[in-house]
């Protein structure tokens, strides 16, 4: 079995933003200090019943595709952005279509990756006392399908 350890340096999952292409591993910007993130590939399913049979019968629907992660906000990535691409708030509250790429264990050579384009929704940044910094969610909901690839 070939697990996906996370822990070792420069492995970390990654995700990565661009408004054009991304042709390489440095196109765009990272989203820098991700806490946990989740690729959710929910294929829909309608299910229905008949008075004859005691089984339900089943048909695929179109999948809902997202990433979603918790960051620690990071004041250029969050406002200004880099390499030519917006903030991430203003590419959320301007409906920017961008491209992205989820790296399983890293950018090196032979990571695994998951790409595909949507759209920068749900942020809500938020601090108080106990957790001192600006930590906040973030959902890229996809359009059309998820594309596996690697380095």
Aim: no cysteine.
């Amino acid at each position: 079995m070939a697990y996906i350890n996370v822990s070792p340096s420069g492995s970390n999952a990654t995700i990565q933003i661009s408004t054009a292409s991304i042709a390489t591993t440095s196109s765009g910007y990272i989203v820098p200090a991700l806490q946990d993130v989740t690729i959710n590939n929910a294929a829909g399913v309608f299910n229905w019943t008949t008075l004859d049979s005691f089984s339900q019968s089943a048909v695929p629907t179109p999948a809902t595709n997202s990433v979603s992660a918790n960051m620690v906000v990071d004041s250029t990535t969050f406002f200004t952005g880099s390499n030519g691409v917006a903030g991430l708030f203003d590419l959320s509250n301007d409906a920017t279509e961008v491209n992205f790429r989820v790296y399983f264990n890293g950018r090196g050579t032979g990571a695994k990756y998951v790409s595909g384009t949507g759209y920068i929704t749900n942020l809500a940044p938020t601090v108080n006392p106990t957790a001192p910094v600006w930590v906040s969610p973030i959902t890229i909901s996809v359009s059309g399908d998820f594309t596996v690839g690697t380095v």
